[in-house]
């Protein structure tokens, strides 16, 4: 289980480890098969958001567990940046998905994949990061 945090570049090249270690951890922690999906799905928007958005050099990972929840803590050092102000319309627009404009639903999913989200904008390390904590509880109905 990754208690400590792991630190990679901010690159899409580094996505792939990244995942496979939450991955990893995840199984260590006995997160149910019906919430893999969900969980790496979730993980994949949170994190490509900062590689491709934040302009930080790099992400630090940590996941932790309890018996309620598995938790990803995720830091960079990019502008600050409070995902959880952000309501983007295009997420619920009623118009056919052909006739929208790409992208602007990874917020929304990520709000519906994790059951609770927190966010700060905070010393780490001595140097003022976003730190967005991610929780998935382990006793969801996915049925």
């Known amino acids: 289980m990754m208690n400590a945090w792991k630190k990679y570049a901010a690159s899409l090249d580094e996505y792939e480890s990244m995942r496979d270690d939450m991955i990893a951890n995840a199984e260590s922690a006995a997160v149910p098969d019906a919430l893999m999906m969900k969980l790496e799905v979730g993980f994949e928007e949170a994190v490509v958001n900062v590689i491709n958005y934040s302009g930080s050099e790099n992400i630090w990972i940590k996941t932790a567990a309890d018996n309620d929840f598995f938790m990803i803590e995720l830091i960079d050092r ?66």
């Open 78 to 143: 990019g502008a600050p940046f409070n995902p959880l102000l952000v309501n983007d319309p295009r997420a619920f627009d009623d118009s056919p998905i052909e006739d929208r404009e790409p992208g602007g639903f990874g917020i929304f999913l990520i709000r519906e994949t994790f059951d609770k989200l927190e966010y700060a904008f905070e010393d780490f390390d001595g140097q003022p990061s976003n730190h967005l904590s991610l929780s998935l509880r382990l006793d969801r109905d996915e049925s």
